[in-house]
T-cell receptor, first 112, second 114 residues
Framework: QKEVEQDPGPLSVPEGAIVSLNCTYS??????FMWYRQYSRKGPELLMY????GNKEDGRFTAQVDKSSKYISLFIRDSQPSDSATYLC????????????FGKGITLSVRP | EAQVTQNPRYLITVTGKKLTVTCSQN?????MSWYRQDPGLGLRQIYY???????DKGDVPEGYKVSRKEKRNFPLILESPSPNQTSLYFC?????????????FGEGSWLTVV
């Protein structure tokens, strides 16, 4: 089993839809969870960062972590065409100097 | 503006011809790393460096070399490139203090080895 599994996609939704992106992981030592957004021909950029189980909201984005199920999600409300990108989950064991393990990414397309 | 700058952005080269991809960051970060991104395989770490003169292998180091002589620069060297090193490469730097998981990525270098 891979350390981090991410739904392969691609995913296409109409503008205004609620989008749910998910990752599962096998290593219970992971404590830090991140979502990166990558536009075409660009480097990934940090979108959301969470440490504990629970929800974290930032505008239209909500990151959810369920450590007991080893499952993280990113929800996008009122999706916009500008949200069209590849989304990668990432996680690490400790904060500062440990390796980040990335999911493979899922490409989201939001249709106008 | 916080930046990770890598060059070249696009390169086509021939098998066996040594090449270097440069990377520079302006954030005074101690930690720098190189990733390659391939379809279906995601981002895989090649090498990383915790500080000047300190480098270590990532998940896929074969065929690559790095050096860290200055804090801001972290070049990736392909001594004898092969077609399986055709990929999209990202340099990244990271602040080990505070929110240590904020990685800043460069814009990527598309490398084709023929």
């Amino acid at each position: 089993q891979k350390e981090v599994e991410q739904d392969p996609g691609p995913l296409s939704v109409p503008e205004g839809a609620i989008v749910s992106l998910n990752c599962t992981y096998s290593n219970s030592a992971f404590q830090y969870f991140m979502w990166y957004r990558q536009y075409s021909r660009k480097g990934p950029e940090l979108l959301m960062y969470t440490y504990s189980s629970g929800n974290k909201e930032d505008g239209r984005f909500t990151a959810q972590v369920d450590k007991s199920s080893k499952y993280i999600s990113l929800f996008i409300r009122d999706s916009q065409p500008s949200d069209s990108a590849t989304y990668l989950c990432a996680m690490s064991i400790t904060g500062a100097n440990s390796k980040l393990t990335f999911g493979k990414g899922i490409t989201l397309s939001v249709r106008p | 503006e916080a930046q990770v700058t890598q060059n070249p952005r696009y390169l086509i080269t021939v098998t066996g011809k040594k090449l270097t991809v440069t990377c520079s960051q302006n954030m005074n970060h101690e930690y720098m790393s190189w990733y390659r991104q391939d379809p279906g395989l995601g981002l895989r770490q090649i090498y990383y460096s915790m500080n000047v003169e300190v480098t270590d292998k990532g998940d896929v180091p074969e065929g690559y070399k790095v050096s860290r002589k200055e804090k801001r620069n972290f070049p990736l060297i392909l001594e004898s490139p092969s077609p399986n090193q055709t990929s999209l490469y990202f340099c990244a730097s990271r602040d080990l203090g505070g929110s240590g998981n904020t990685i800043y990525f460069g814009e990527g270098s598309w490398l084709t080895v023929v």
